[in-house]
T-cell receptor
């Protein structure tokens, strides 16, 4: 069974631009969560999608948004990029929404904002 | 405040030695506690998940313990190998029903295993 895939793996953007990251969950998984990871803050929750609906959102500004498609694939978008948005963006999938389900992480997208 | 604190922040050990990583949490209500291993530049990989009623769980050379009374967990690595060099992240889930958004992450312990 293929794991969680994320594209692209690396991105370089400049301040003010926008970016879209993509995540394909494990086949059959319906929940996709997004995280931002930086050396200083560790992993921070962005949002979670289940059955095309955003179920929970972390404490990030409105510049960060996402969506989920009917095939469970998910995208996240960051508009008006800032230097502080440079980070590893991870997506994780799980079978269902319940908090006892194991999450499987993708390899991440490394975003650098210049 | 719901928090997960890990110690030490970093650790260097010699290959073949054992080590123990600590995780203290103040998350409530508690649902489960997870340990992840994250190699540099890659996504985290789950090692163990423990619920309230479990106090020990093993995965090969990795053994996690949980004391729900003192709200402490440890991850013990036996006979370390060079491939154990990674960050180890402790994650506690709040039991509020159904949303992965209630995972509280520790900042991790960076383990370096030297030959």
């Amino acid at each position: 069974k293929a794991g969680v895939t994320q594209t692209p793996r690396y991105l370089i953007k400049t301040r003010g631009q926008q970016v879209t990251l993509s995540c394909s969950p494990i086949s059959g998984h319906r929940s996709v969560s997004w995280y931002q990871q930086t050396p200083g803050q560790g992993l921070q929750f962005l949002f979670e999608y289940f059955s095309e609906t955003q179920r929970n959102k972390g404490n990030f500004p409105g510049r960060f948004s996402g969506r989920q498609f009917s095939n469970s694939r998910s995208e996240m978008n960051v508009s008006t990029l800032e230097l502080g948005d440079s980070a590893l963006y991870l997506c994780a999938s799980s079978l269902r929404l319940a908090d006892n389900n194991e999450q499987f992480f993708g390899p991440g997208t490394r975003l650098t904002v210049l | 405040k719901n928090q997960v604190e890990q110690s030490p922040q970093s650790l260097i050990i010699l290959e073949g030695k054992n080590c123990t990583l600590q995780c203290n949490y103040t998350v409530s209500p508690f649902s489960n506690l997870r340990w992840y291993k994250q190699d540099t530049g890659r996504g985290p990989v789950s090692l163990t998940i423990m619920t309230f009623s479990e106090n020990t769980k093993s995965n090969g050379r990795y053994t996690a313990t949980l004391d729900a009374d003192t709200k402490q967990s440890s991850l013990h690595i036996t006979a370390s190998q060079l491939s154990d060099s990674a960050s180890y992240i402790c994650v506690v889930t709040r039991h509020l029903g159904g949303s992965q958004g209630n995972l509280i992450f520790g900042k991790g312990t960076k383990l370096s295993v030297k030959p």
